[in-house]
C-alpha cells in the first residue's frame, strides 16, 4: 500500500509563510510526479503546483511569485514553500503523486490534506 503523509498546515496570519511537506512511503517502482492541490470550502478541487519527477514543474497562474515547489533527491518528496500568504489560501491542502506499481501499471495516489487558515 502506497501513502502520502502531509504537513505543515496550520494558522499563520496574511502575508506569513508555510512549509508544507509530503512523503510518499509503501511498495512503489518510482514516482512520476508528485504535487499540490488545494481545496476551500464551496469550491472545486484546483492545481497548486506540480512537478514532474526529472521534468519541469507547473504553477496555477494566480500563485505563480508566491509558492515554490520542490523535490528532494530521491523523489519520494515534495515540499510546497508558501510566501506572501492571503485569505483566499485558506483551505485542504493536499499531496497527489503519479505512482508505478511493482503490480503493474500506472497509478494515482492522494494524501490526506493537511489544513492552511490565513487569517489575522
Known amino acids: 500500500q502506497v501513502q502520502l503523509v502531509e504537513s505543515g498546515g496550520g494558522l499563520v496570519q496574511p502575508g506569513g509563510s508555510l512549509r508544507l511537506s509530503c512523503v510518499a512511503s509503501?511498495?512503489?517502482?518510482?514516482?512520476?510526479?508528485m504535487g499540490w492541490y488545494r481545496q476551500a470550502p464551496g469550491k472545486e478541487r484546483e492545481l497548486v503546483a506540480n512537478?514532474?519527477?526529472?521534468?519541469?514543474?507547473y504553477y496555477a497562474d494566480s500563485l505563480m511569485g508566491r509558492f515554490t515547489i520542490s523535490r528532494d533527491n530521491a523523489e519520494n518528496t515534495v515540499l510546497l514553500q508558501m510566501n506572501s500568504l492571503k485569505p483566499e489560501d485558506t483551505g485542504v491542502y493536499y499531496c497527489?503523486?503519479?505512482?508505478?506499481?511493482?503490480?503493474?501499471?500506472?497509478?494515482?495516489?492522494w494524501g490526506q490534506g493537511t489544513l492552511v487558515t490565513v487569517s489575522s
Open positions: 497527489r503523486a503519479g505512482i508505478h506499481m511493482y503490480a503493474g501499471g500506472f497509478r494515482e495516489v
Open positions: 512537478s514532474i519527477s526529472g521534468g519541469p514543474t
Open positions: 509503501g511498495r512503489m517502482i518510482s514516482i512520476n510526479a
